[in-house]
């Protein structure tokens, strides 16, 4: 029943649904232009759970079409990768939810980098998937090649009278969009609204304002293409709400896959202003100027005068124009505005503009220009009341032509230096010679590496006054020194530089001369190279040594020869000796640092180095002399030299340090002279005796100490690597091999140093599994000044240790079986002596194993009726019943996996030869050989078909009919099982293996 409810339940598992989740995105591709603000929709439907989804983007860039580059996620803040994190974190890329299934990305200004196949992608919010969760869409980003342009102009029509304007539209896309052109009006003082005057739609279709419908319809407002690139607005009957700023807007139009077109562009071209006067109205405007031929520097003062019946009492606004370009306006209340390129020159006192009276307005511009030159005009325009936004009436001054004539300087300069090549830490001078000139001079120095070039870097400036300041980078005086600008003559300025850092300091040095006069400044520049060499070009240092092996307690020095591009007696030197020790993990170590004073400073490390070290050193070598070499000294060392700028105390960082190649010491320790006996030999031996193997010593120095390791090679396989039975180092201290670490074997294998020479492995209760080739491997150990040394081995010859067999061999059941048990079992292996033997005799045996190719001892029965383990792990599983003499049977108990193997048994007879001796064995016998197999215990089998979780989501995804049959078919089985379960037990081996089989395969 436990199957059955096993099964039922796999039915009403949770989450199984019929919805198919579904996720679209904005269908592509996509074409935007560079720098225009994009949107991609995306939305998600047939999900369940919350009603609000949640959404990541991510790109495929073409460069890497197969990685994925995450961009915004509406739920993990650390979703973007590094190259988008700035743009998410400014909202330059951000996810605007639509509603809780659909969101907007959004790219506010969108980049060349940002084109690539876009993903969107809905995290699973079900208990399984089913459906699609990510959709993709393409977007190019192409440049933006739309243009529109108009001149700008100030036009004044009366009345009635007609105005013509054109504006030129151009696009060069490459793919196919369309155009829409339209004109549009700024109206009032706020200029906030812009009235729309007629529109070329993208569909051809022409489109007038509202308020220009009337008039479109009677075909005083049209819109006509004139060329290829040209749009003409054309205006017939003028009104005063016509009046204002006029300008033209285009935009370019492209169809997206959806079939929905899209904006793509837009452009506005520059504004032309219309004034419509009204009739009947007398007004006169004039312009006169107290001079209109001018140099640079002088004062234009120009009058506007507005003129007309009682015009006291009217209300004037004065535009101010240069060659048609407004510069200045006062509105009727006197308020003057400035366009934003006369700004700075107002403010500064250069520019003034006021109403002298209701007639008079005056622009004054102080110290002129030569961009001052041109066609001057003032308008004045007439409203009912001072915050009227419509004029009445507008009218143009005659023009006045002002002239202004530059002012010519004779300044000549030259910029040249006395050190064009210098090394870092050297001194600049660079001198800048000024002629011609006859005021007062400010000049700038400026700098510009070869290497690295970008901006300008300000060294330091002069002004007019003698005023000297510093650039930045140069007012640290603890760096480059006391920097100096000064006017050495009537017509130099000279640069001085004291210390130079490095090449960056080289590169183009420049001097910037202006001279002051009346207001105007004219300008010379020069320039001129000089190369700062590095300290660390050529420098360079080799480790040099006459030897590379030396003898134990011989001295050796070696020289650190050291060269550059330039004399290293001038410059502070410094060396530093490292020692890396020959060891694995060893890593480079000071050994001690001479500084450019003489100091020296010993390293901790390596403090023995300092009573056998012997330093000396010449312009460009230093020597490392050590004495008295020991184990200790050998390894790696190295010279490292430091280098500093001339006339500066060499502390802090170096301007340049270097390293030598390495160079390897090895010391040779004393020779060894160990030999040993290489003799073969072989030791014969019965069953269950006690044996001894020799090593023997042939030659070694007294003062010697001696580490053996005894091996044993078994008889097969042959390539069977040796195993290490047990080590006594030079200390006596014993270490057992893996195979002989349990205590049995400690109590059988032991180690002994018989005298000075010869060493014994005396192996008790010698057993069949002892057989082999034995040998051992001495080494020899030296005490030298600080530690024990290994000067050397030797290996000795092979003893080959064989058991003498019984002539007369013991009649046991030859049988060969195979038995299955299952784990946690307890199953018994057969042994029988067949046939009867005599009183006086005593009979041993010997269990073994064999598994992987290697055959071991499990139990040992001896004549005396102990039993012995070898593997003390299996003790309280083993036993031997024996319920006859002749019966020798193994019985496993909780049989585990690992117990599988070959078995068999071998029995011997013993005799006692005379009391008080032991007996030599009479006879031997080997049993046949048993296969054991474990196989897993009933239980195992059928939970596993409950248990399997890819068992029960195979039948979940099964259709239904088949479903049905298999849970029919597996509960027949199940009460098939349980009804003869017992009679199953009672079976055989081979019986219940069949039918766990047979439930594996269902």
């Given at each position: 029943m436990g199957l059955v409810w096993c099964l039922v339940a796999a039915f009403l598992l949770p989450g199984l649904s019929t919805g198919q989740q579904l996720v679209t995105v904005q269908e592509g591709p996509l074409y935007r232009v560079r720098g225009s603000h994009i949107t991609l929709w995306c939305k998600v439907s047939g999900y369940q759970g919350s009603a609000e989804q949640n959404f990541h983007w991510s790109i495929y860039l073409p460069s890497a079409p197969e990685r994925e580059v995450q961009i915004v996620s509406t739920i993990d803040p650390s979703f973007p990768y590094a190259i988008y994190t700035q743009r998410v974190r400014s909202r330059g890329i951000y996810v605007e939810r639509v509603q809780g299934d659909a969101v907007l990305l959004h790219i506010t200004e969108l980049q060349d980098r940002d084109a690539g196949e876009y993903e969107c992608h809905t995290p699973n919010t079900q208990e399984r998937y089913f459906g699609s969760y990510s959709a993709k869409t393409n977007l190019s980003v192409i440049a933006d090649t739309l243009s529109a342009s108009m001149v700008p102009q100030v036009l004044t029509r009366a009345e009635g009278e007609a105005v013509n304007l054109t504006c030129e539209v151009s696009k060069s896309t490459a793919q196919h969009t369309h155009l829409s052109v339209g004109w549009y009006c700024l109206q009032g003082a706020g200029k906030s609204h812009a009235e729309e005057v007629i529109t070329l739609s993208k569909d051809f279709v022409l489109r007038p304002g509202p308020s220009y419908a009337q008039r479109f319809l009677v075909g005083d407002v049209r819109l006509n293409k004139v060329g290829n690139t040209t749009y003409m607005l054309s205006i017939e009957g003028l009104e005063p709400s016509d009046q204002g700023q006029l300008y033209c807007e285009a935009a370019e139009w492209i169809q997206d896959p959806d079939e929905t077109w899209k904006d793509i562009s837009r452009k506005q071209t520059e504004r032309t202003s219309l004034v419509v006067t009204s009739q009947g109205r007398d007004l006169s405007v004039d312009i006169t100027a107290a001079e209109s031929s001018l140099s640079e520097g002088d004062t234009l003062q120009l009058n506007c005068m507005v003129g007309g019946q009682r015009s006291s009492s009217r209300h004037f606004q004065v535009l101010w124009l240069l060659n048609g370009v407004e510069v200045a306006r006062l509105d009727p209340h006197g308020v003057l505005i400035w366009k934003e390129e006369y700004e700075e020159r107002a403010r500064l006192g250069k520019l003034q503009a006021f109403k002298h009276s209701n007639t008079v307005y005056i622009l004054t511009i102080y110290e002129v220009r030569l961009k001052d030159n041109g066609m001057y005009h003032c308008s004045a325009s007439e409203v009912k009341t001072p915050g009227d936004l419509h004029s009445i009436q507008t009218k143009l001054s005659p023009s006045i032509q002002v002239d202004v004539k530059p002012i010519e300087s004779r300044m000549h300069l030259s910029v040249f230096t006395s050190t064009p090549h210098v090394v870092a830490g050297d001194a600049l001078i660079l001198l800048c010679e000024v002629q011609g000139v006859t005021s007062a001079v400010s000049v700038q120095w400026w700098h510009l590496p070869l290497q690295h070039p970008g901006p300008r870097v300000p060294v330091a400036t002069m002004s007019q006054?003698?005023?000297?300041?510093?650039?930045?980078?140069?007012?640290?005086?603890?760096?480059?020194?006391?920097?100096?600008?000064?006017?050495?003559?009537?017509?130099?300025?000279?640069?001085?530089?004291?210390?130079?850092?490095?090449?960056?300091?080289?590169?183009?040095?420049?001097?910037?001369?202006?001279?002051?006069?009346?207001?105007?400044?004219?300008?010379?520049?020069?320039?001129?190279?000089?190369?700062?060499?590095?300290?660390?070009?050529?420098?360079?240092?080799?480790?040099?040594?006459?030897?590379?092996?030396?003898?134990?307690?011989?001295?050796?020095?070696?020289?650190?020869?050291?060269?550059?591009?330039?004399?290293?007696?001038?410059?502070?030197?410094?060396?530093?000796?490292?020692?890396?020790p020959s060891l694995p993990t060893s890593s480079f170590q000071e050994l001690v640092r001479v500084f450019p004073s003489g100091i020296v400073a010993w390293g901790s490390a390596q403090s023995r180095f300092q009573e056998k070290v012997q330093l000396t050193r010449t312009t460009t070598s230093f020597m490392l002399h050590i004495h008295n070499a020991e184990a200790a000294d050998e390894g790696t060392l190295q010279c490292e030299v430091e280098v500093w700028r001339r006339n500066t105390l060499p502390l802090g960082q170096a301007a340049a340090t270097t390293s030598s190649n390495a160079v390897g010491i090895k010391v040779v320790l004393p020779e060894s002279k160990l030999r040993v006996a290489m003799q073969e030999s072989s030791v014969e031996i019965a069953?269950?005796?006690?044996?001894?193997?020799?090593?023997?010593?042939?030659?070694?120095?007294?003062?010697?100490?001696?580490?053996?390791?005894?091996?044993?090679?078994?008889?097969?396989?042959?390539?069977?690597?040796?195993?290490?039975?047990?080590?006594?180092?030079?200390?006596?201290?014993?270490?057992?091999?893996?195979?002989?670490?349990?205590?049995?074997?400690?109590?059988?294998?032991?180690?002994?140093?018989?005298?000075?020479?010869?060493?014994?492995?005396?192996?008790?209760?010698?057993?069949?599994?002892?057989?082999?080739?034995?040998?051992?491997?001495?080494?020899?150990?030296?005490?030298?000044?600080?530690?024990?040394?290994?000067?050397?081995?030797?290996?000795?010859?092979?003893?080959?240790?064989?058991?003498?067999?019984?002539?007369?061999?013991?009649?046991?059941?030859?049988?060969?079986?195979?038995?299955?048990?299952?784990?946690?079992?307890?199953?018994?292996?057969p042994c029988l002596l067949q046939g009867a033997h005599l009183p006086?005799?005593?009979?041993?045996?010997?269990?073994?194993?064999?598994?992987?190719?290697?055959?071991?001892?499990?139990?040992?029965?001896?004549?005396?009726?102990?039993?012995?383990?070898?593997?003390?792990?299996?003790?309280r599983r083993l036993h031997l019943r024996r319920p006859t003499s002749g019966d020798f049977s193994l019985t496993l108990q909780r049989v585990e996996k690992e117990d599988a193997g070959m078995y068999h048994c071998q029995v011997q007879e013993w005799q006692q030869q005379s009391e008080g001796k032991d007996g030599a064995p009479q006879a031997s016998g080997c049993s046949g050989y048993i296969q054991l197999t474990t196989i897993l215990p009933e239980s195992t089998v059928t939970s596993r078909i409950c248990s399997s979780p890819s068992l029960l989501?195979?039948?979940?995804?099964?259709?239904?009919?088949?479903?049905?049959?298999?849970?029919?078919?597996?509960?027949?089985?199940?009460?098939k099982f349980h009804k003869s379960k017992k009679s199953y037990a009672r079976g055989t081996a081979r019986d219940q293996q069949n039918l766990a089989d047979l439930l594996w395969q269902m």
């Open positions: 006054d003698g005023t000297l300041s510093l650039g930045s980078t140069y007012q640290d005086n603890r760096t480059r020194g006391n920097l100096q600008l000064e006017k050495s003559s009537s017509s130099t300025f000279t640069l001085v530089i004291p210390n130079t850092l490095d090449e960056s300091d080289g590169g183009r040095y420049g001097c910037k001369a202006t001279e002051w006069s009346r207001g105007q400044s004219w300008t010379k520049e020069g320039e001129t190279t000089v190369t700062v060499s590095s300290m660390g070009l050529g420098l360079r240092a080799m480790l040099i040594s006459r030897i590379a092996t030396v003898r134990y307690g011989q001295s050796f020095e070696l020289v650190c020869q050291v060269s550059a591009n330039y004399t290293l007696k001038e410059v502070p030197v410094s060396v530093r000796w490292l020692f890396q069953n269950g005796a006690d044996t001894a193997i020799e090593c023997r010593i042939l030659f070694a120095p007294n003062n010697s100490q001696f580490a053996v390791t005894w091996y044993l090679l078994p008889p097969a396989p042959a390539d069977e690597n040796p195993l290490q039975i047990v080590r006594a180092d030079y200390s006596s201290i014993l270490e057992y091999g893996a195979e002989f670490s349990s205590p049995a074997q400690k109590s059988r294998f032991l180690s002994q140093r018989v005298s000075s020479t010869v060493f014994w492995l005396q192996i008790l209760s010698t057993n069949a599994g002892d057989q082999g080739r034995y040998y051992c491997v001495v080494e020899e150990w030296l005490w030298l000044v600080d530690s024990w040394y290994k000067l050397g081995e030797g290996a000795s010859g092979r003893t080959t240790l064989e058991f003498k067999l019984p002539e007369r061999e013991l009649q046991l059941e030859k049988t060969n079986h195979n038995i299955s048990a299952r784990e946690g079992e307890e199953v018994t292996l006086a005799t005593r009979l041993s045996a010997t269990w073994f194993r064999e598994k992987s190719g290697h055959t071991r001892p499990l139990l040992t029965l001896h004549r005396d009726g102990t039993v012995k383990y070898p593997w003390e792990s299996l003790a989501n195979f039948i979940l995804y099964l259709p239904l009919v088949l479903v049905l049959l298999l849970l029919l078919a597996v509960i027949f089985w199940c009460f």
